[in-house]
C-alpha cells in the first residue's frame, strides 16, 4: 500500500463521501493521521489511520483486501467500514468486539441559539464553565493532574477550541474538539463519574456549540451510544443512521 501526501487526498476522496465519523475527514482533509491506497492513480482500496482508528473503504472482494485486513498496523485497535467488510473482518480476526455507533445529520440550520444558551447557563452557582485557553489547556494535558484523560486536537493552542468546568479550583469536564476537519470539528465530552446526570455535559456542549457556530465552524457529533445519542438529540442534532465499529483485541 502507498502512502498518500496531502496533496494527493483528492484521489481517494471518493472512497470517503459516505464517512459517518468525521475524525476519518480529517485524514481527507490533510489535517491529522494519514492515509494509504493500492493505486494514486486508480485506488480501488484505501484506508485511513488516525489515532486508534482504521476507516477503510473499497473493492472487499478482492485478494488484495484480505492482505490489507492482515496487515493493518498494530496500533490500528478500532475499524469502521461498511457492511461489504463486515465478514472479512470478522474472520481475520480471532478477537474481537462488535458494538454500535450512532450518526448525526450533519444540518447547520437546525440549532435553537436561544434554547443552548439557556442550557450553557443552566448550572448553579457553584460551576464555572471557562473557554479552554494557554493555562486550562496546561493543566489538562499535565499527566499529573488529567482528571479525565481526554483526547483532544493535536496542536491545540492553534488549531482546537474547548470548554471545561470547573467546581472551585477542580475540572469536573470537559467539552472540547477532539479532532479538527476544513470546516468544522469533532466534539468530544468527558464529566467526572461522580458529577454526571448534573446537566455538565449538556451546558458544555451548549457553550462548546455556540462557540463553535460563532467562528463558522460545524460542531459534528458522533454517538458511540444511547446517552450521547440522547444528548445530541437535546442540543437539536437529527439522527441519521446506526453503524458497526470493530474494536481488535489481538496483540
Partial sequence: MIKLSNNQMYKIEHL??????????????????????????????????????????????????????????????????????????????????KSKRYSLKKQIDVFNKEKLKEYSESLSNEYEIKVIEEKIYDLIKDDNKDPLDMKITDDYLNRGIGVCCFRKNEIVGICSSNIIYKDGIEINIRVKQEYKHKGIGTAMASRLILLCLGKGLYPSWDAANLNSLGLAKKLGYNFDSEYIIYKVNEE
Fill in 16 to 97: 470517503f463521501n459516505d464517512i459517518k465519523f468525521y475524525m476519518g475527514k480529517s485524514v481527507v482533509d490533510g489535517l491529522m493521521g494519514e492515509a494509504y491506497t493500492d493505486n494514486i492513480e486508480y485506488p480501488t482500496i484505501a484506508y485511513l489511520l488516525v489515532r486508534q482508528y482504521c476507516f477503510i473503504n473499497g473493492n472487499s472482494k478482492s485478494n488484495l483486501a484480505k492482505q490489507v485486513i492482515e496487515n493493518l498496523p498494530k496500533t490500528c485497535k478500532r475499524i469502521i467500514a461498511n457492511s461489504d467488510w463486515h465478514d472479512l473482518i470478522e474472520s481475520t480476526y480471532s478477537k474481537f468486539e
